[in-house]
C-alpha cells in the first residue's frame, strides 16, 4: 500500500520548531517511499481559530521547501481538507449517527456548571478527572429522548468500554497498553454540532487513507482514545509514530530562551531553508552513520522512522548556526551575492529587525544596531558593488547567520571607522605605528590599486627594516587602524579590498587618535 502521511495543524497560531519537524517527516517519508503527503487544516475549535494562521503554516513551509501534494490550497481526490468545510459537507454526520445507533456513542446532557461540580469534586477526592459516565452513559433511551424534547443541549461521547486493556504499537514507543477504566469519554461532538479534533481526525484519518500518523509526544495521551474510535467503527487503524519531545540544550522544556523562535524568523535571522531543514530533522532522528550535514535529497534517502529515537531530542541553536556557517561557506561567489540580495530585498527581514525584541537572548545583538547594519550594507551593493563583492567574500568564511553580514562588513562601508576601546588601548600604544602609518600612506600615495601581494610584501617588508621579528606589532595596530576592531578577515586581503585611496584616509584619522 503506497505511504500516505498527512501534516494535520490546527490553526491557532504561528508554526514553531516542533509543528515543522512534524511536518518534515511527513514530507521527507512521503518522498522517500514515492508516496503522497496530506496537508488538513483542523480548523473545527472556532474559539481558538486564528485566520492568519493557515496562511502562515502554508507560506513558511513553502518558504522551507515543504511541498503536498494534497491540500487546502492544492485541491487532491479527498477534498475538501479544511475540517470546517467537511464538516459543512455533511462528511461526519453519518458516522456519528452510526456509533450512537449501535451503543458505541451515547449523548450526554450535563451543563457545563455541572461538568465544573464533577471536576471539583473529582479533585478534592483525588480521583482521576475526567467524564466517565456522568448520568448518562448509561441512561435509558426514554430518559435521552424526555432531554432531547425538552431542548436541552447535549454533546456526543465515545463510550470507552470499561475493565479492558487498550493497547497500540507505537513504532517509536513500542507497545503501549491502558487500563480503559483509567481513559475518560472523550466529546466526539460538541453541543454545538462541531465535531471535536478526537472525532474529527480520526474519521478524516480513515476516509483519506492515511497510512501513518506521525505527530508530536504529546498526542500520546491522546492514542487510547483514538484506537478505540477506530474500533468502535472497526476499521484498520493507521501506524502510530509519536516523535520525541523537543527540549532546549539544558534539557528544559523548549522555549525562546533556548533560541527557539516562529519559523518564519529563522529567515529573518539569516538562516538558510537547507540547514534549518537540516537541523530540524536531526532533533531526535539519526541517519545511523556520523554524517550530520545533509542535503535535502540526503535526508529523504536516509529517513527511516525506524531510527527515531524515544529520549527527548535537544534544540541547540549554536548546532544551527554551525549548520548555517558551513551552508553559506558552500556557496559560490554569485549565489552568495543573490542570497544576501534576497535576503536584504526581503520585507520580512527589515520588518523582524525593525521589532524590538521582547525577550531578548543574553548577548544577542540589538535589532536596531542590525538593521542599521543591514541596510548599509544593501545600499552599499548597489552603490559600491565592487568594495561590496569584495567584503562579502572575506566575510563568508567567518559568519554564520546572513545577518552577521551586517555587523562582519560595516567597516568596509563607513564614512568613519569606528574603533573598539579596546582594541585602541591595546594597540595605538606601540610608539611606532604613527611612522609606520606614514610609511605605508608614502608608499601607497599615487597608486589606484594594490593587490594582495603588495599589500603583504608592504607589511613584512616595513617589519623587517624596522627590525621586528615578529609580525603582531605591526600587523594589530594596522587592523585596528583600518577596521577600528582586533578580529577580522585575513589584513591583506582587507587591505587590497579597501584600496590604497581608502586605506590612507584611514591611516591618517588613526594618526589624528594617536595623537589626541
Ligand atoms: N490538529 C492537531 C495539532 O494541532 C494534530 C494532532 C495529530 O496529528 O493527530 O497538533
Not at 542535503?295 to 529520549?311: N, P
Request: net charge negative; with cysteine; hydrophobic share 40%.
Amino acid at each position: 500500500m503506497p505511504v500516505r502521511v498527512r501534516f494535520a495543524p490546527s490553526p491557532t497560531g504561528l508554526l514553531h520548531v516542533g509543528a515543522l519537524r512534524t511536518a518534515l517527516y511527513n514530507f521527507l517519508m512521503a518522498n522517500r517511499d514515492g508516496g503522497q503527503n496530506i496537508l488538513r487544516i483542523e480548523d473545527t475549535d472556532r474559539t481558538r481559530y486564528n485566520p492568519e494562521s493557515e496562511a502562515e503554516f502554508i507560506s513558511t513551509l513553502k518558504w522551507i521547501g515543504i511541498e503536498f501534494h494534497e491540500g487546502p490550497h492544492v485541491g487532491g481526490p479527498k477534498a475538501p481538507y479544511r475540517q470546517s468545510e467537511r464538516k459543512e459537507a455533511g462528511i461526519y454526520e453519518p458516522y456519528w449517527r452510526q456509533l450512537l445507533a449501535v451503543g458505541k456513542a451515547y449523548r450526554a446532557f450535563e451543563t457545563p456548571q455541572e461538568l465544573d461540580e464533577m471536576r471539583q469534586f473529582q479533585q478534592i477526592n483525588k480521583m482521576p478527572t475526567g467524564y466517565f459516565g456522568g448520568e448518562w452513559r448509561d441512561a435509558s433511551p426514554e430518559k435521552v429522548a424526555e432531554a432531547e424534547a425538552a431542548g436541552k443541549p447535549s454533546v456526543i461521547r465515545l463510550k470507552i468500554p470499561r475493565g479492558e486493556k487498550i493497547v497500540i504499537d507505537d513504532v517509536v514507543r513500542g507497545r503501549l497498553e491502558w487500563d480503559s477504566d483509567t481513559v475518560d469519554d472523550p466529546v466526539l461532538i460538541k453541543a454545538d454540532g462541531m465535531p471535536t479534533y478526537h472525532f474529527a481526525a480520526m474519521v478524516d484519518d480513515h476516509l483519506m487513507e492515511i497510512t501513518h500518523v506521525l505527530r508530536g509526544e504529546e498526542w500520546v495521551s491522546s492514542a487510547p482514545k483514538h484506537k478505540v474510535l477506530f474500533d468502535a467503527f472497526g476499521w484498520t487503524p493507521p501506524v502510530w509514530v509519536h516523535c520525541p519531545v523537543i527540549v532546549g540544550n539544558d534539557g528544559k522544556k523548549l522555549s525562546k530562551r533556548h533560541g527557539a523562535t516562529r519559523v518564519l524568523d529563522y529567515g529573518a535571522m539569516g538562516i538558510l531553508r537547507e540547514p534549518l531543514k537540516n537541523f530540524v530533522a536531526l532533533i531526535g532522528w539519526a541517519p545511523g552513520n556520523d554524517q550530520e550535514v545533509m542535503t535535502q535529497e540526503e535526508l529523504i534517502h536516509a529517513f527511516s522512522i525506524d531510527r527515531l529515537q524515544a529520549s527527548p531530542g535537544r534544540f541547540d541553536l549554536d548546532k544551527l548556526r554551525w549548520m548555517n556557517g558551513v551552508a553559506i561557506r558552500a556557496l559560490s561567489p554569485e549565489d552568495l551575492w543573490d542570497t544576501v540580495s534576497a535576503y536584504l530585498a526581503d520585507p520580512w527581514t527589515k520588518k523582524y529587525w525593525s521589532t524590538p525584541d521582547p525577550e531578548p537572548i543574553p548577548g544577542a545583538p540589538d535589532h536596531a544596531v542590525v538593521l542599521a547594519e543591514l541596510e548599509t550594507l544593501q545600499k552599499a551593493m548597489t552603490d559600491q558593488p565592487d568594495l561590496a563583492r569584495k567584503a562579502l567574500l572575506l566575510e563568508q568564511e567567518r559568519v554564520l547567520t546572513l545577518a552577521e553580514f551586517g555587523a562582519a562588513c560595516s567597516f568596509f562601508f563607513g564614512e568613519e571607522v569606528k574603533f573598539e576601546e579596546k582594541a585602541v588601548q591595546k594597540w595605538f600604544g606601540e610608539a611606532h605605528a604613527g611612522k609606520m602609518f606614514s610609511d605605508f600612506q608614502a608608499e601607497l600615495s599615487g597608486r589606484s590599486e594594490v593587490s594582495v601581494e603588495d599589500c603583504e610584501r608592504m607589511v613584512k617588508g616595513w617589519a623587517e627594516l624596522n627590525g621586528f621579528e615578529k609580525l603582531g606589532p605591526v600587523v594589530h595596530p594596522t587592523r585596528v587602524a583600518l577596521t577600528g576592531k582586533t578580529v577580522g578577515p585575513g589584513l591583506f586581503e582587507l587591505m587590497s579590498a579597501l584600496g590604497p585611496h581608502e586605506m590612507s584616509r584611514r591611516l591618517s584619522a588613526a594618526k589624528e587618535l594617536l595623537r589626541a
